[in-house]
């Protein structure tokens, strides 16, 4: 049995109607479900790191986990119904609108569609936003494997394979300056193993954006030219200001 | 050039989770704030963040970013915050003041005390063919996206399988793209798996250990081709957008033209200004907070901006020294917690090396 | 080309602010007014905000937030305006810089 609940017991309180199973299976700092389920079924405890510790014995279905969950790794599944499916309510929050009467494609964890499902019923996950709660109703076998809902399946194929060597070619660095790669290699072989140096002798970090996007890659790729480390290399001397201003502003017109 | 002066206590820079806790805790002990920031709409990146977040209660989890950035600029508000927008701080004088172009013009503030809130800014990768139209950063995308409600392209591939790739990914989705794919030059995912299962279930493949070798296209984007790292294949993508999401470095330009100490640490996102535990930057009157002091997460932001507004109320004679003693132990806690687990042993180790160095 | 997203999941409908025209390279454009004019742009499917000075490459938006300067454009004879940060206004000429052939 895991933390989350034993799937045994969950199946068989489904018959009785809807049960959380929580699939959440890795230690980050989250607790909101606690929060929530008015029956004390989850508990994180004082370390918010830990994993959610969960009773389905004290779960009555109330859907409140599911519609909190950040990582919408919650959902509800309810075996009451007579006709032997499965009925799973799911968190949704993707564009194309569902309702209720709706046939909706029911995806695995993969994003491979099962097949499709029926949606009985939606709700508004709060009344904050848009976000729903859509309850479908899917064959049973399907019961467990089932992560989501859509209308809309993405259909991408595959990347195309390319063939004959790639030969390495130079590019910029600098997009403001437009300084490539090999110049830079070039400066650092001159002697110039800082920055500050550089930006002395070229135009580098001078343009418009002061150097805020390829001070890292210079910075790497001077210390490793260069043999030192990178608080050696550092960083360009910052000089005011640091954010475009027109001149006319400092000499104090409003313009 | 004479530029019209003001006083105030505490000048915060950036408004986002740092920032306004920052100001929420040195307003709440009697210190009057100013809350400086360069956009039209507080709250920093987290307005732009549609999905809820992780993290405790304390922070807001299992609310989505924009509610949290709400909910934090009420709050300044209550505690008499003059928040500042369209004013950015273009200078940070060595000998404390600070040059700010606000929508009135330009002028200048004498803070006793400033807290550095400025946040990340993306790092990029580069190569032939990056600089082509439909390439842009995933806090840029983001922004496109959840802000202004345009699709940075129909096929879009991400660079990144990191937790920002990865989010980022799922948004585009929500707002109607298809990702055609994550690529990530290391080995592994390093983003949190719930993540990871949300864009895999929407049938997104991920290809690790996969560099980008080139993009092709004549006016913009059309084609991205991606070498396989173990396999030595190589594949070619059909889109028209990339997102690099290959990580943040801390943007604490204006502690560095201050005269604060820059050190590297690969960790927290490249250099940043040292600093100690209560977030003092070792020179008087200066504090950093949020990913301005390393790059981790908003709740940790927002802790490390409480931690600097306590520690900014206190030496300004505005909290007890008992007091702001008993409140920094609550938050250093609170820090060690978020600091735990696998994802964040490694950011702890590294703020250790500063305040131990 | 049409890249906006209309009616978000989480969000709800997201296209406000009233239709006007802006002329790019004197050509007329709807935009709505408010959203900046790069995303006015991107929205038609113009993703190419300038050429640059040396190479005459396409440059487009890269970090939306007004930091990189690459989508810097000529907005009522006014040249070097970040347009990623500007607001739509009815009637306005954006014009890229450095065209080939200008």
């Given at each position: ?207 418009y954006c002061q ?28 000089r005011p200001p640091v954010r475009p201003v027109k001149l006319g502003r400092l000499g104090g017109e409003n313009g | 050039m004479n530029l019209p002066l003001e006083h105030t206590?505490?000048a915060v820079v950036g408004a986002?989770?740092?920032g ?12 009057p704030v100013v809350v400086l920031d360069e956009n039209e709409r507080a ?38 915050v003059d928040i500042r927008l369209g004013s950015s701080v273009i200078a940070f004088f060595?000998e404390g003041e600070l040059m700010v172009d606000g929508p009135g013009g330009v002028y200048l503030v004498r803070p006793?005390?400033v807290?550095?809130?400025t ?134 330009e204006l502690?560095?033209m ?100 | ?21 802006i ?10 007014e408010g959203e900046p004019i790069a ?26 937030i007004g930091r990189?300067t690459?989508c810097a454009m000529t907005v009522d004879g006014e040249p070097n305006v970040r347009t990623c940060m500007t607001a739509v206004r009815d009637g306005m000429r954006v014009d890229?810089p ?5």
């Amino acid at each position: 049995m895991g933390e989350s609940g034993d799937i045994d017991e969950i199946w068989r309180r489904a018959e009785g109607g809807a049960v959380a199973i929580l699939d959440c299976r890795e230690e980050i700092p989250c607790d909101p479900c606690e929060a929530v389920c008015a029956r004390g079924a989850i508990v994180v405890g004082k370390n918010v790191c830990d994993l959610p510790r969960y009773d389905p014995g004290l779960c009555n279905g109330c859907g409140r986990c599911v519609a909190i969950c950040p990582g919408m790794a919650i959902y509800l599944l309810d075996r009451s119904s007579r006709d032997g499916g499965a009925r799973l309510t799911l968190p949704y929050e993707m564009k194309e609108e569902i309702k209720a009467g709706d046939e909706v494609w029911a995806l695995d964890e993969d994003g491979s569609p099962l097949g499709k499902g029926k949606v009985v019923k939606t709700a508004k996950m709060n009344k904050r936003d848009h976000s729903l709660l859509v309850t479908v109703d899917v064959p049973e076998e399907w019961a467990l494997k089932v992560r989501g809902v859509r209308i809309r399946v993405m259909s991408i194929g595959e990347p195309l394979e390319v063939r004959g060597c790639q030969r390495e070619e130079d590019h910029l660095l600098c997009r403001c300056e437009e300084i490539s790669r090999s110049q830079a290699r070039e400066y650092a072989a001159m002697g110039f193993n800082s920055l500050r140096a550089l930006r002395r002798f070229s135009r580098v970090g001078l343009g418009y954006c002061q150097g805020r996007f390829c001070q890292a890659m210079l910075v790497d790729e001077f210390s490793t030219a260069a043999f030192r480390d990178r608080e050696g290399v550092g960083v360009f001397k910052v000089r005011p200001p640091v954010r475009p201003v027109k001149l006319g502003r400092l000499g104090g017109e409003n313009g | 050039m004479n530029l019209p002066l003001e006083h105030t206590a505490l000048a915060v820079v950036g408004a986002g989770p740092a920032g306004l806790c920052a100001a929420v805790e040195a307003a709440r002990s009697g210190v009057p704030v100013v809350v400086l920031d360069e956009n039209e709409r507080a709250g920093g990146q987290l307005f732009k963040q549609v999905h809820r977040f992780f993290g405790s209660r304390r922070h807001g989890a299992g609310k989505r970013g924009y509610e949290i950035a709400d909910d934090l600029i009420a709050e300044c508000l209550r505690a008499g915050v003059d928040i500042r927008l369209g004013s950015s701080v273009i200078a940070f004088f060595p000998e404390g003041e600070l040059m700010v172009d606000g929508p009135g013009g330009v002028y200048l503030v004498r803070p006793q005390a400033v807290v550095i809130a400025t946040g990340a800014s993306e790092k990029t990768i580069a190569f032939p063919g990056w600089t082509l139209p439909g390439i842009m950063g995933a806090g840029a995308a983001q922004t496109l996206v959840n802000v202004h409600g345009v699709l940075p392209g129909k096929r879009v591939l991400i660079a990144g399988a990191g937790n920002v790739g990865l989010i980022v990914s799922y948004q585009l989705l929500q707002a109607g793209a298809d990702v055609v794919g994550i690529v990530e030059a290391s080995h592994g995912v390093s983003g949190y798996e719930v993540h990871l299962d949300r864009v895999r279930r929407e049938g997104v493949p991920i290809y690790p250990g996969h560099r980008i070798i080139s993009a092709r296209g004549r006016d913009g984007l059309e084609a991205v081709v991606v070498k396989d790292l173990r396999g030595g294949r190589t594949v070619l993508f059909e889109a028209d957008s990339l997102c690099m999401a290959v990580g943040m470095s801390p943007m604490a330009e204006l502690a560095a033209m201050r005269g604060c100490r820059m050190v590297f640490r690969e960790e927290l996102g490249g250099f940043l200004p040292w600093h100690d535990e209560k977030m003092r930057a070792g020179l008087q009157g200066v504090y950093v907070a949020g990913d301005a002091a390393g790059v981790e997460e908003a709740s940790v932001a927002m802790e490390e901006g409480r931690m600097s507004g306590i520690s900014a109320a206190e030496e300004m004679g505005s909290m007890k020294k008992r007091q702001a003693a008993a409140r920094r132990a609550a938050v250093s806690r609170r820090l060690a917690d978020l600091r735990r687990g696998p994802y964040g042993e490694a950011r702890m180790a590294a703020k250790c090396s500063l305040y131990c160095a | 080309m049409d890249l906006r997203v209309g009616r978000h999941a989480v969000l709800g409908e997201m296209e406000g602010g009233k239709l006007v025209t802006i002329y790019v390279d004197g050509v007329p454009l709807k935009a709505r007014e408010g959203e900046p004019i790069a995303a006015a742009l991107y929205a038609h499917g113009i993703r190419t905000t300038r050429y640059s000075p040396r190479l005459g490459e396409p440059r487009g938006p890269f970090c939306m937030i007004g930091r990189c300067t690459e989508c810097a454009m000529t907005v009522d004879g006014e040249p070097n305006v970040r347009t990623c940060m500007t607001a739509v206004r009815d009637g306005m000429r954006v014009d890229t810089p450095g065209r080939p052939g200008e």
